[in-house]
Nanobody, 122 residues
Framework: QVQLQESGPGLVKPSQTLSLTCTVS??????????WSWIRQPPGKGLEVIGR???????DYSPSLKARTSISRDTPKNQFTLQLSSVTPEDTAVYYCARGVYDAGGGYFDEWGQGTQVTVSS
């Protein structure tokens, strides 16, 4: 069974770069027909997909966050990483990593990490 675990600092200062790592066990992140995403949920709001890295290594980002976002991977370590630059308090959220799988309807998330709280504050 695939498991995902987020790690990174829980507090980031405004204007700095938020960096989180997702460590995956139980299967390689290069498995075909999968993609690996970062998703967040600000307090009192719904889930927001930040972006993803596909099994091919190609990336897609939310248009609203694209200018500040970078997702990369370390295949020997079976990890993928989120970097979000120039953060503001509006970036305060619970951040999740998740595995997506493709199906006839497009795709869906079938495995999630437990989530990690990130607060942006001076």
């Amino acid at each position: 069974q695939v498991q995902l675990q987020e790690s990174g600092p829980g507090l980031v200062k405004p204007s700095q770069t938020l960096s989180l790592t997702c460590t995956v066990s139980g299967g390689p992140i290069t498995t075909s027909k999968t993609y690996w995403s970062w998703i967040r949920q600000p307090p009192g709001k719904g889930l927001e997909v930040i972006g993803r890295i596909k099994s091919s290594g190609n990336t897609d980002y939310s248009p609203s966050l694209k200018a500040r976002t970078s997702i990369s991977r370390d295949t020997p370590k079976n990890q993928f990483t989120l970097q979000l630059s120039s953060v503001t308090p509006e970036d305060t959220a619970v951040y999740y990593c998740a595995r997506g799988v493709y199906d006839a309807g497009g795709g869906y998330f079938d495995e999630w990490g437990q989530g990690t709280q990130v607060t942006v504050s001076s």
